[in-house]
């Protein structure tokens, strides 16, 4: 089922065009990664599918209704800064927050201790939220945002300062909204983390949409017909090959256009090699931004 | 429970779980035990202090002003020449003196000379003065209890009448505007405060930016219906604190103090009229304070916005006193309609000489409907500049986007 469908939406403030007819789906049960510069309209696209503000044209439909009152129940956000009431102690924040998502007050109160002592955080129920670490205080953040048990949650850099255990963490947390057939937007700088996670990928810039699709498809496409290899012997002029890049522990051997790996393989085999390591080389998702980033700027 | 009722909620009990706002509720019935109080235990245990005499030397070149020397505590003494009344003022003998010259009966003008600087003669020796002239030129020509008339002016006594002659109940003076008068004031106040509270707490979500929490659950008319309500309501309870004080008062400070406050009167329909315009004065400011919250970018900046704004509630204390002299100006007329002066203007003006049915209709109407421009005003300002931070928009920008919105 489709989680969100964006229709040709186009948003601007003043004289500044934010997003310019934009149109993409999330389906249930994936990992959406929304990525793109600083300024390209991803804040701006999140808060029209949230329904903090509204698009100038076009549609936005969370499963299948326009976004209103009651879309915003099934809505979980993680905001790119942080905000909770910092004189407001932990359980009453979740608790408020939580009521307005719907929720009965005690049925917050008791899901809230539930997922305090899930994420070690019971203990610090009755403090005040400027009495926390800034790590601790996100794992509120992150509880206010799914107790509710929305069905679709949008993470808006999930993974900004936070350490390695508290990152792992949130990893973790990411991929357990998936198993329990969540739709999940996730909004990062982090490319490693969107390779890691994501299963399809929006890349936006200056408002308008430049590469969307499933993350494979997108990185086979932008594949530079390179293979990584790691072996032992001496394979002398290997034929097709054009370039050589030695690195650390492998080899990146760049191919001419009409060679194939296959036949690369049955040469080293040939020729008595043994092959330790041998992979098709595909672009990083942070190659192909800056590549797909930089022609958008030319 | 709706969102907005849930706001509304959060929003009153935050408020008055505010040190400053139970402060401000608590304070002034506090104030007002403790100056009864302190008035009691003064007057029990402490008796007036003996006023020295005091001498007042005289130079008479009139003729005729020799008896009636002491006036109370003044003694007047008679010197012969000016010269000689110096000498004794120099030398302490007279704290000062006068000259009565020779043209007084025709002039009235007497001359005065002390070591002080003054702004004009203090009022109990100008009493003194004008006594012991008074007392001389009349001796022998009228009988002594006609003297004494003179020298006190006369007391009047004022009776209201209905349009049918009967004894109104309410008769005005200074015991009717005790009650408006203090009332009014502690309105302005809490007119100030709570819309610094709503611009605070506004521009505290947007700092932290908890904003984008809050309106990714609810729409931004709930958050701010939420808000002013929540608000309202957390005055209401200050204003509730002090009616209920303020009659408890008034008896604790009328068999203290006696007299004046044994007078107080309520003018009709005060209470009813007092909360009618405490609640629409209320929201009228703390709904242009979230539309300030909405474009400020931290709560400095804000306040200062809304301390400009909220100025105006003051302006009929600054005029007071030409409301006591000229009561039926057109001036207090416009004032009651104007909305950010309406509230304390009306309420002043109850205590004072009344106001006219349609006056307090029109100023109704006109303060409702600028609520709900405000309100209207204000939702589409917070649609705008909520989400925005960094620099405040100019007012120009404010205007353009809401003609183009």
């Known amino acids: ?298 | 429970m709706n969102k907005t009722s849930l706001i509304f909620r959060h929003e009153f009990l935050h408020t008055i779980r505010r040190v400053g706002f139970i402060i401000m509720t608590l304070i002034v019935p506090i104030l007002a035990l403790l100056g009864i109080g302190i008035f009691h235990l003064v007057n029990e245990i402490v008796t007036p202090p003996e006023v020295e005499k005091e001498i007042i030397g005289y130079v008479d070149q009139s003729g005729g002003f020799d008896g009636y020397t002491v006036q109370g505590k003044i003694n007047l003494v008679r010197y012969d020449t000016p010269e000689l009344a110096t000498t004794a003022l120099l030398d302490k003998t007279v704290t000062e003196y006068i000259v009565i010259p020779p043209d007084y009966l025709s002039t009235g003008v007497i001359d005065r000379y002390t070591l002080e600087k003054q702004v004009d003669t203090p009022p109990p020796k100008a009493a003194a003065i004008r006594n012991f002239l008074t007392s001389n030129i009349l001796f022998g020509k009228v009988p002594d209890e006609i003297s004494i008339l003179v020298q006190s002016p006369p007391r009047i006594m004022v009776t209201r009448l209905t349009e049918t002659g009967e004894v109104a109940t309410e008769q005005g003076g200074y015991g009717n505007l005790l009650v408006p008068g203090i009332f009014s004031f502690l309105l302005a106040f809490s007119i100030i405060f709570s819309a610094s509270y709503m611009l605070t707490g506004l521009v505290e979500e947007k700092e932290n930016r908890l904003i984008e929490v809050l309106l990714s659950s609810v729409s931004t008319r709930q958050l701010i219906t939420g808000k002013v309500l929540g608000l309202g309501a957390a005055g209401l309870v200050q204003v509730a604190v002090w009616l209920i004080s303020l009659p408890l008062l008034l008896n604790l400070a009328s068999s203290t103090f006696g007299g004046f406050f044994s007078g107080i009167q309520l003018p009709g329909n005060f209470i009813v009229l007092g909360l009618v315009y405490f609640i629409l004065g209320y929201l009228f400011f703390v709904v242009v304070a979230a539309g300030i919250g909405a474009i400020s970018t931290n709560t400095q900046e804000g306040n200062q916005l809304v301390t400009t704004m909220t100025m105006p509630v003051f302006i009929p204390f600054w005029f007071g006193s030409l409301l006591f002299m000229f009561p039926n100006s057109p001036i207090w007329t416009a004032l009651s309609i104007i909305p950010v002066t309406a509230p304390v203007t009306t309420l002043l003006r109850m205590g004072v000489s009344g106001v006219p049915v349609w006056e307090l209709a029109v100023s109704i109407i006109v303060l409702v409907l600028s609520i709900l421009g405000a309100m209207y005003v204000t939702i589409r300002v917070l649609r705008t500049y909520l989400l925005m931070y960094g620099k405040r928009p100019a007012l120009k920008e404010v205007i353009r986007n809401l003609r183009n919105s």
Do not use: W
């Not at chain 1, 600083?38 to 698009?55: L, S, V």
């Not at chain 1, 430049?210 to 032992?232: F, M, P």
């Not at chain 1, 942070?286 to 022609?295: A, E, N, S, T």
């Open chain 1, 1 to 298: 089922m489709t989680a969100v469908e964006v229709s040709r939406v186009t948003k601007s403030y003043a004289d500044k065009l934010a997003v310019d007819d934009l149109s993409f789906s999330v389906n249930q049960g994936e990992i959406f990664g929304l990525i793109g510069p600083n300024g390209a309209g991803k804040t701006t696209t999140i808060r029209m599918m949230m329904d903090i503000i509204k698009p100038d044209s076009g549609n936005v439909t969370i499963f299948g209704e326009k976004l209103g009152e009651a879309t915003k129940d099934k809505l979980g956000y993680l905001p790119e800064e942080r905000g909770l009431y910092k004189k407001l102690r932990v359980l009453d924040s979740i608790v408020y927050l939580a009521s307005l998502k719907g929720m009965e007050r005690h049925t917050a109160a008791e899901k809230a201790r539930q997922l305090l002592d899930h994420t070690g955080m019971l203990p610090h129920q009755g403090k005040k939220i400027d009495e926390l670490s800034r790590g601790m205080a996100q794992i509120i953040q992150f509880i206010v945002t799914i107790i509710h048990d929305p069905r679709l949650v949008v993470l808006d850099e999930p993974f900004a300062g936070l350490d390695p255990v508290n990152t792992e963490l949130m990893i973790n947390n990411v991929h357990d909204l998936k198993d329990q057939g969540k739709a999940v937007i996730l909004s990062t700088h982090q490319m490693n983390q969107v390779e890691e996670l994501c299963d399809r990928i929006l890349m936006i810039n200056k408002g308008r949409s430049v590469l969307y699709g499933d993350l494979a498809e997108i990185k086979s496409k932008y594949q530079n017909n390179a293979i990584v290899l790691n072996y032992q012997g001496e394979p002398g002029e290997i034929p097709g090959v054009t370039e050589k890049h030695p690195h650390r522990d492998y080899v990146e051997l760049i191919l001419d256009g009409t060679t194939t790996p296959q036949q690369v393989l049955e040469y080293l085999i040939g020729r008595g090699i043994t092959v330790n390591r041998f992979e098709i080389a595909t672009p990083p998702l942070h190659d192909i931004f800056l590549d797909v980033v930089g022609k958008s700027r030319e």
